[in-house]
């Protein structure tokens, strides 16, 4: 199909933001809820978009993810909310694991005037953001670099975090599914991801809204294997009643 300017600011929108409610998509546009669910469903069935119920997400397969320079720019604002409040969570004199992903990257920026931390990361955007902190003692890992997202993955990363017990390994993750699987796509990344969950006194997930009802591959943990989430809006259902069956502490960012 050929979008119509309406339907191309639609689409625009869920690029932008990874997903939306068809409620803040009809507020936004100026039109009925109705106009813009025939909209969506027209657009899904082009297959330019992905349905959810009660929103839309950008279309997105099970086995590759977005690029890495399309998804620095998907809700940078969220990610900046979700940055400052992981960051203000985070004692001084902290022992901290920091993985891959856009949004861990925006909480390394917030932690660039903190003091007394030790970071070891497997990702070379966050090691260069926090080297300008000459108060933060920072621990790469080796191991392949992918040179798409400059995260470091495999074996010899696994191998490198396993010398280590922390007290907040903070990850980030892709999709959330709505029966509470945490996936990925690389295997190697969720393999050092794990390690960094059982190498860690508390394991936090930095995740923005458009991570859930997203499909990936490979799984990763369940929600019962983390502490706190962080994210940028309330979870649409049924994420609140399975973070509470899960115990899992919920904190929600206002961009």
């Given amino acids: ?4 300017p309406r339907q191309a600011q639609l689409l625009d929108e869920v690029s932008t933001l990874g997903s939306v409610t068809v409620e803040a998509l009809a507020e936004k546009l100026n039109v009925t809820l109705q106009t813009v669910r025939r909209d969506v469903q027209r657009m899904a069935d082009a297959g330019l978009v992905a349905r959810f119920h009660g929103g839309v997400r950008v279309l997105s397969s099970t086995t590759e993810n977005i690029a890495y320079r399309q998804r620095q720019s998907m809700n940078a604002d969220g990610k900046t909310a979700i940055a400052r409040l992981v960051a203000g969570r985070i004692p001084e004199g902290c022992s901290l694991f920091l ?7 925006a909480v390394a920026r917030e932690l660039v005037r ?7 990361t497997n990702n070379l955007n966050v090691a260069m953001i926090l080297s300008d902190n000459p108060d933060c003692e920072l621990i790469i890992a080796g191991g392949l670099v992918r040179s798409r997202d400059r995260g470091i993955v495999g074996e010899a990363t696994i191998d490198f975090m396993r010398q280590f017990k922390v007290d907040i390994g903070l990850i ?3 999709a959330i599914e709505a029966d509470g699987t945490l996936r990925d796509y690389d295997y190697r990344e969720v393999k050092v991801a794990r390690t960094i969950i059982d190498h860690s006194r508390e394991t936090w997930l930095a995740a923005d809204h458009g991570k859930f009802n997203r499909p990936a591959m490979v799984e990763l943990a369940r929600l019962s294997h983390i502490d706190r989430i962080f994210t940028d809006r309330m979870p649409p259902d049924p994420f609140p009643a399975l973070l509470a069956d899960a115990g899992v502490e919920l904190d929600v960012a206002l961009a």
Avoid: A, F, Y
Wanted: aromatic share 0%.
């Fill in 99 to 105: 993985n891959i992903g856009t949004t861990i990257e």
């Fill in 172 to 174: 980030g993750i892709s």
């Fill in 114 to 120: 903190r003091r007394g931390l030790r970071v070891i």
């Fill in 1 to 4: 199909m050929t979008p119509n």
